[in-house]
């Protein structure tokens, strides 16, 4: 067990709607990450936050939107979802800003677009 | 883009044998050389790391050798077993950076 707690596990959901995923950091680390995981596609970063700060983003599309609020857990909110939104979505954290440590993954939010 | 080609996307063992996945990046800011371990329905965990300024790290039957000039890092996993079966990422990041960046993995399967 990681620490990190992410729900729903599985989502399935119709194309054009929104919905809101949730990560709870590892008690402690203030940094939480966001991957999408595909088939094809490996580890895709979406975005960090640091201690309610948006730190770095990587390839999230307009439709996607996250935050982090003060009691440090974080959601991240897809909208006009697309067949090719279905995928895994990870959260890890970790205890410091700087990406040269150890990240902790959550299990994942399967996400099934119909 | 993708800074971090991992190769080969799968690989059959036999039990007692070799595993040898390598990954190559770009940036020459990259100075942490993860390797990550996922089992089916996990998250990916960290298996072992590097920085720059060793060429070669080992834990256990896992090792890591980095070749800095070449911009290369592969894995190896010595006497495989059944249990290693599972895919594996390399990722390499820069404290100044902010973002790891992921390999495509590798499905690792070990046969009895």
């Known amino acids: 067990d990681s620490g990190v707690t992410q729900t729903p596990k599985h989502l399935i959901t119709a194309t054009g709607q929104r919905v809101t995923l949730r990560c709870s950091p590892r008690s402690g680390d203030l940094s939480v990450y966001w991957y999408q995981q595909s088939l094809d596609q490996g580890l895709q970063f979406l975005i960090q936050y640091y201690n309610g700060e948006e730190r770095a983003k990587g390839n999230i599309l307009e439709r996607f939107s996250a935050q982090q609020f003060p009691d440090l857990h974080s959601e991240l909110n897809l909208s006009s979802l697309e067949l090719g939104d279905s995928a895994l979505y990870f959260c890890?954290?970790?205890?410091?800003?700087?990406?040269?440590?150890?990240?902790?993954f959550g299990e994942g939010s399967r996400l099934t677009v119909l | 883009q993708q800074q971090v080609k991992q190769s080969p996307q799968s690989l059959i063992v036999q039990k007692g044998g070799i595993s040898i996945i390598n990954c190559a990046y770009e940036n020459t800011a990259f100075d942490y050389f993860p390797w990550y371990q996922q089992f089916p329905g996990k998250g990916p965990a960290l298996l072992i790391a590097i920085r720059p300024d060793v060429s070669e790290k080992k834990e256990g039957r896992f090792t890591i050798s980095f070749n800095k000039s070449a911009k290369q890092f592969s894995l190896h996993i010595m006497d495989s077993q059944p249990g290693d079966s599972a895919t594996y990422f390399c990722a390499a990041s820069s404290w100044s950076w902010g973002k790891f960046q992921f390999g495509a993995g590798t499905q690792v399967v070990v046969t009895p």
């Open positions: 890890a954290s970790s205890v410091s800003q700087s990406a040269s440590g150890e990240l902790f």
